[in-house]
């Protein structure tokens, strides 16, 4: 069974304060490790698609990394509006409907 | 506007009442979602769909049906055997591997 644990539930960072959002995974065959953002009461935002180990990708101040067993959202110097819940997903190669497995979330606070 | 929309915004129901969340998409995509989600947790698959007129049960789709007769339309009924209802539902569409959603339906049962 596929599963997926986010850490920490809830991180507060100061404006400028640069930090990382763990994604720790099980997957039997990794399709592929997603990032979303989401606002209160709104739908989840792709933000990125990682496929191997070694791949990172960049967008604004967030930047994603992904190894064999974990993947980091990192935020170089965050600002308020980038306060937000962060979800990871996976995709696991032997289901067949591209269905994806979450973790809880990391819930982001920026205070200026 | 292009996209996915979900309504209502906001429904709310009465114990053993049935009721059914719209998901429609102007996207052209052929796999389609729903999720749940409850306060401050991830998000849990209730049914999914490949194709028009076929779809299957994800983790939890107990008290829960579906229907797929269009490409663009989705819907969800909330029966009453689904013991707590209460929660924020995503519809979700994807390409080969992305998955896109909608802006969620808040359901509330009093």
């Known amino acids: 069974e596929d599963q997926v644990t986010q850490s920490p539930e809830a991180l507060r960072l100061q404006e400028g304060e640069s930090s990382s959002l763990n994604c720790s995974y099980t997957?039997?065959?990794?399709?592929?490790l997603f990032w979303y953002r989401q606002d209160p009461g709104k739908g989840p935002e792709f933000l990125f698609t990682?496929?191997?180990a070694g791949e990172e990708k960049e967008k604004e101040r967030l930047k994603a990394t992904l190894t064999k067993k974990e993947s980091f959202l990192h935020i170089t110097a965050p600002k308020p509006e980038d306060s937000a819940t962060y979800l990871c997903?996976?995709?696991?190669?032997?289901?067949?409907?591209?269905?994806?497995?979450f973790g809880g979330g990391t819930r982001l606070m920026v205070k200026p | 506007d292009g996209g996915i929309t979900q309504s209502p915004k906001y429904l709310f129901r009465k114990e053993g009442q049935n009721v059914t969340l719209s998901c429609e998409q102007n996207?052209?995509?052929?796999?389609m979602y729903w999720y749940r989600q409850d306060p401050g947790q991830g998000l849990r698959l209730i049914y999914y769909?490949?194709?028009?007129?076929?779809?299957q049960k994800g983790d939890i789709a107990e008290g829960y049906s579906v229907s797929r007769e269009k490409k663009e339309s989705f819907p969800l009924t909330v029966t009453s055997a689904q013991k707590n209802p209460t929660a924020f539902y995503l519809c979700?569409?994807?390409?080969?591997?992305?998955?896109?959603f909608g802006p969620g339906t808040r359901l509330t049962v009093l």
């Open positions: 979700a569409t994807s390409t080969f591997q992305e998955q896109f």
């Open positions: 997957v039997s065959g990794l399709r592929g």
């Open positions: 990682l496929y191997s």
């Open positions: 997903a996976v995709q696991d190669d032997n289901n067949a409907g591209n269905m994806l497995t």
């Open positions: 996207l052209n995509h052929d796999a």
């Open positions: 769909s490949q194709i028009v007129n076929d779809f």
